[in-house]
């Protein structure tokens, strides 16, 4: 793939523009040329959406429509990439830098666990790689995933082996700009967890300030038996706009227990789209967004249960302040055969300002007759009573208001199952927390001034 190709996504003129900038060939042989076409074609079709587009319409694209996005470098200095690595106790570390494996930034081999770039697997006519991507572009109307498959340069391979006990994977996704311009970077991940595999992944998005557009799509296949956590923690420079698809596949007596804390980029939006695919199989999602200034945080899933006696859960806390918008659009699906289903579904806000935002719709969609499903939403802001509890006990005002801000969220984060990460998480919460308190306590003696 050319490393100065352009894309314009604007309108249908802009589009076209991208498309005459578009190149077809690249790394990945025959298999990858014929899916960047089929995703630039699909892209086209499908156009940058609106907030008429109904799955779009709490999250305005305006600015990113508007800029012209060229392709981060594909040669990136190990030095400049270094700062973003801090230290992990994860037993191994991927690294991906503008959507390309670094193995010279990555830790060694770890047993029960193989990782190959995907552009290689292609080129090597890898059937199994190729199906993926195939089933993830028909899969349903997203244009940000057709976008990524018509940049597909680079990408990975994430298998475990079945019945392999794995530690903690890391997996970092750095995108470092060549210049001034605004960059672009499309990561590609494919995660295969085999029959009776326990691993625990860490997903971890940075990068500089200035403005990005970063697409990672992530596929995840969890075997019958397997165990996978899947933490996601997304910390971009101010002006990303960070859209990214998930898509999960759970087998037979599976579970998947997902968790998203976000707390960076101007827009960052995480599409989850999960399906239970074998009985007794268990999806969780949960997870905190914190959002300040004019962010606006999106969090979409859809959880689908194909089949009878599964379970799914969805916890879903965010606090915003100032301008910041936040949005949860959830849906629970329940087949015709998927009797005997459980499914739960709760959404929570907290808003700090009274210029903050949160746009909620939940949904259930219920086509069996034997189910136990359940959802909710609340918003408002902090308990006033409590408030004036915590002042009668001594404490001053942003001391109370930063207690009842962790209490609230410290709540969502009880649903990480690895300790270690529960208290990864945590602290970057305790640190954002924090950041808001001191900018709150400017603001008052300003307006005391």
């Known amino acids: 793939m050319a490393t100065n190709a352009t894309m314009t996504v604007e309108e249908p003129a802009a589009i076209a523009a991208g498309r005459a900038a578009f190149r077809a060939d690249g790394p990945g042989g025959a298999a990858a040329a014929r899916l960047r076409q089929q995703g630039l074609d699909r892209f086209t079709a499908l156009g940058l959406p609106t907030r008429r587009t109904e799955a779009w319409r709490y999250t305005d694209l305006r600015d ?29 570390r991927l690294v991906l830098v503008n959507g390309r494996f670094r193995p010279d930034l990555s830790t060694p081999d770890l047993p029960g666990v193989t990782a190959t770039p995907l552009d290689g697997l292609l080129a090597d006519g890898d059937g199994a790689a190729a199906a993926v991507l195939d089933e993830a572009l028909t899969s349903g109307e997203r244009p940000f995933l057709a976008l990524n498959t018509a940049f597909l340069d680079g990408g990975l391979v994430v298998r475990l082996a079945p019945g392999a006990t794995v530690g903690r994977l890391e997996i970092v ?10 960059a672009m970077s499309h990561p590609r991940l494919i995660i295969e967890a085999g029959d009776g595999a326990d691993a625990t992944l860490v997903e971890r998005h940075v990068g500089p300030a200035g403005p990005i557009l970063t697409t990672p799509v992530l596929q995840i296949t969890v075997g019958a038996g397997a165990r996978l956590g899947h933490y996601k923690l997304q910390r971009e420079g101010g002006e990303t706009s960070h859209l990214a698809t998930v898509l999960v596949q759970v087998a037979r007596d599976a579970v998947y ?4 804390l976000s707390t960076g980029g101007a827009v960052a939006r995480t599409e989850v789209a999960a399906v239970l695919t ?6 969780r999602l949960s997870g905190t967004y914190l959002g300040r200034g004019r962010q606006v945080l999106d969090t979409t899933t859809v959880v689908r249960h194909a089949v009878p006696d599964c379970r799914s859960r969805q916890v879903i806390k965010g606090v915003l302040d100032d301008q910041a918008r ?9 087949a015709r055969d998927a009797q005997r289903t459980d499914g739960y579904q709760m959404n929570r806000a907290l808003l700090l300002s009274p210029q903050a935002e949160i746009d909620s719709k939940p ?9 136990k499903c359940s959802h909710g939403a609340t918003a ?5 009573e409590a408030l004036f509890y915590l002042r009668s006990r001594g404490l001053d005002a942003e001391r109370a208001r ?6 609230f969220v410290v709540e969502v984060l009880d649903e990480i199952a690895d300790d270690a990460v529960r208290q990864h998480f945590t602290e970057i919460v305790t640190d954002w927390l924090a950041a808001d308190r001191a900018d709150h306590g400017a603001t008052a003696e300003r307006g005391a001034a």
């Open 326 to 334: 936040g949005v949860f659009q959830g849906r629970i699906e329940v």
């Open 402 to 407: 930063a207690l009842l801000i962790e209490a």
């Open 173 to 182: 996704c750095l995108t470092l700009p060549g210049g001034d311009a605004p």
């Open 64 to 92: 990113v429509a508007r800029t012209a996005w060229t392709l981060a470098p594909a040669a990136v200095d190990p030095a400049q990439a270094a700062p973003w690595l801090a230290d992990t106790d994860a037993d191994r």
């Open 363 to 371: 949904e259930l969609e219920i086509f069996a007759d034997d189910v």
């Open 257 to 260: 227990d997902g968790f998203m």
């Open 278 to 283: 074998g009985r007794g199989g268990e999806c």
């Open 380 to 384: 408002g802001e902090l308990d006033a």
